[in-house]
């Protein structure tokens, strides 16, 4: 990283605080931990809108009945076990002697309850029901045993509980979202106790004495909300945070080359990707070079968006941008996730070709439109959209960026607003994005949740259907990968890379990286010496 000589001299004494606070790390200090995330959450309430930032908070004071490992893996939580009684029917045992924070026994009423609630909850930009919404029966066998009943044979169901925390009834009823941000309602059965919340800037936590569970290392926590990238590095250099994700990149070698600080990264299961406006023929930022609008979106044509995913030079964005830290895609999921198709290879940098379609289309001068990006969510968001916007001039659409703040862009994206933009999607399986981003928008199926590209392809929606109601692992497998080629090579979305996720902390730390891009403050531990 170069360093302006005007800001070498404080950059210095950042490094030398940074060493005298690590050397300061003694055991009687490692009772507190403070953690600078990149992306604030929108609400706290933990069935409002699912989004990393929100449920990686949620997820230290509330638990799921069943959870992820490191890699992606389902493993119990809650629930201790479970089973398939038939193909309709999935059976959850509850652990025993689980306790709300308040005391309170976790019992089947707030479980029921909690797959209840999602269904409630309004104005969502992305709202938790499409977990819930293939379950239409639930029976509760005994005090630890619930049945979950199926309209059809549904083999996702422990996959979809990963992403419904389960709150307590009593102290959630009547409660409204806002209500959250408060501390109302902030009683679950974590490792973390609820403490106070002050909005984009932090959350205070505090240990879970009674937590069933393995027992954090830290007895208070703070989350700290640093979008912006030389604030959150300059904030671990100083010593006010121990640990950050989301390393700048810029800072990469760095953070390498100091001996206070340790580095862990991992590639991530998220997607990034464009959305663009496939259905409209008046896009709101479509238009002619002179900014006058189209009488047809030249979106709706497959062809072009085609022709755009041909002009992104991902292999510039990975080297360049990203420091390496990236891996070109034209999947849904990462090579190690349920459903990858290994036969959609990334799409090669062609902008020559790319004219050429559009020529093809009827667009041989181009034309211009916006794009639209969150700035503090994903890594590099807005540089990669400028970069983008500068493939695209090359090859004749004239092209600009707006930027805004994930919570702004996340309401702006659902209600259909922008033509076209950047986003990203972390799944466990290629079903996850198949079903949110891309089918055909049925809210009684929970389809198309958060399908911001108006995308509706009749064949692809069928294929992902059959694929849900298939317990066959095989021949799932093979329905999910067409119809994944389907929606991909129609240009439903246009994927740009997976990106790979990094932290640094202090020497005295350690942390297991993982594909999800959490960042658990219970999983950081002190340095085993």
């Not at 490191?70 to 652990?95: C, H, Y």
């Not at 439109?369 to 990669?384: A, G, S, V, W």
Request: proline share 6%; with cysteine; aromatic share 8%.
């Amino acid at each position: 990283m170069s360093i302006p000589l005007s800001k070498r001299a404080r950059y210095q004494a950042l490094v030398v605080a940074a060493v005298i606070s690590v050397s300061a790390l003694t055991s009687a200090q490692a009772a507190d931990l403070s953690v600078a995330l990149s992306s604030p959450p929108t609400a706290l309430d933990p069935h409002f809108y699912y989004a990393a930032a929100n449920v990686g908070v949620s997820e230290h004071v509330f638990e799921s009945l069943v959870k992820l490992d490191a890699d992606s893996r389902v493993i119990p939580g809650l629930a201790q076990s479970w089973r398939l009684v038939d193909d309709m029917t999935w059976e959850f045992k509850l652990r025993p002697g689980v306790k709300f924070h308040d005391g309170s026994d976790l019992t089947m009423d707030d479980v029921v309850w909690s797959l209840d609630r999602p269904a409630t909850i309004t104005n969502s930009p992305g709202k938790f029901d499409v977990f819930t919404k293939q379950i239409v029966g639930k029976k509760i066998v005994d005090a630890y045993t619930i049945q979950l009943k199926t309209a059809v044979p549904y083999p996702l169901m422990p996959v979809d509980l990963v992403a419904v925390l389960v709150v307590s009834k009593k102290a959630t009823q009547g409660l409204s979202t806002d209500d959250f941000a408060q501390g109302k309602g902030m009683i679950g059965t974590g490792p973390f106790k609820f403490l106070q919340y002050k909005r984009d800037d932090r959350v205070e936590l505090v240990r879970n004495d009674a937590y069933w569970g393995e027992k954090p290392a830290w007895d208070r926590v703070t989350l700290r909300f640093i979008p912006n990238n030389g604030a959150r590095m300059a904030a671990l250099l100083a010593g006010d945070v121990q640990a950050i994700e989301n390393v700048p990149t810029p800072d990469l070698a760095q953070v390498k080359g100091n001996a206070n600080l340790t580095l862990v990264s991992k590639i991530s299961a998220r997607t990034i990707y464009l959305y663009v406006d496939t259905a409209r023929s008046a896009s709101r930022y479509v238009t002619d070079k002179e900014g006058k609008p189209l009488a047809k979106s030249p979106l709706t044509d497959p062809q072009v968006r085609r022709a755009i995913s041909m002009a992104i030079n991902r292999e510039g964005i990975k080297s360049r941008l990203m420091e390496d830290l990236a891996e070109p895609t034209n999947n849904l999921v990462p090579p190690t996730l349920f459903g990858y198709n290994p036969k959609l290879k990334p799409v090669a940098y062609d902008p020559e070709g790319a004219k050429s379609l559009l020529a093809k289309a009827g667009y041989p001068g181009g034309f211009a439109i916006t794009l639209h990006t969150p700035n503090n969510r994903y890594i590099n968001d807005e540089k990669i959209t400028q970069t983008i916007a500068q493939n695209l001039a090359r090859i004749g659409i004239a092209s600009k960026v707006e930027a805004m703040p994930m919570a702004a862009y996340a309401g702006k994206g659902a209600r259909k607003e922008f033509s076209i933009g950047l986003l990203g999607w972390g799944p466990i399986e290629a079903s996850s994005p198949l079903r949110a981003l891309l089918a055909c928008e049925d809210s009684k199926k929970g389809f198309g949740t958060q399908n911001w590209s108006n995308y509706c392809n009749q064949e692809m929606t069928a294929q992902l259907e059959k694929a849900l109601a298939t317990v066959d692992d095989t021949a799932r497998l093979k329905l999910l990968q067409d119809a994944t080629a389907l929606a991909i090579n129609d240009g439903g979305l246009i994927p740009i890379h997976q990106q790979f996720t990094t932290w640094a902390m202090q020497k005295g730390l350690v942390y297991l990286p993982r594909t999800d891009e959490r960042t658990y403050a219970f999983s950081f531990r002190p340095r085993v010496k």
